[in-house]
């Protein structure tokens, strides 16, 4: 019993900082040239957010994101994503991203 009641106890620990390890990604992130890009907002429900993307400093749409492991869904749109330090590097297969993109 004492064995069963420390394994939930540390899997729901394990469990809870993973759903929170990626809270990194909300922020502003800001575009080679200086200007704002995404804007990443936590929503609710654990991965699942708004996103706010700007086109020549402007908002230029609002969406849902949803995140899986190394995947970001942004409306209908698949990225894989990743964190190095201050940067977001974000890769699709689409021609939309043919080389990763590279966020501060």
């Known amino acids: 019993m004492g064995g069963k009641l420390i394994f939930l106890l540390l899997t729901n620990f394990l469990f809870t900082n993973f759903l929170f390890a990626q809270n990194d990604l909300y922020d502003l992130w800001i575009d080679q040239g200086k200007q704002p890009k995404y804007e990443f907002i936590q ?11 700007y086109e020549n400093n402007a908002i230029s749409e609002i969406n849902s994101f949803t995140l899986d492991a190394n995947e970001i869904t942004i409306s209908y749109e698949t990225y894989k994503y990743s964190i190095k330090g201050k940067k977001l590097l974000l890769t699709n297969g689409s021609n939309k991203l043919p080389e990763p993109s590279v966020y501060t």
């Open 43 to 53: 929503g609710f429900n654990p991965n699942k957010g708004v996103v706010i993307i």
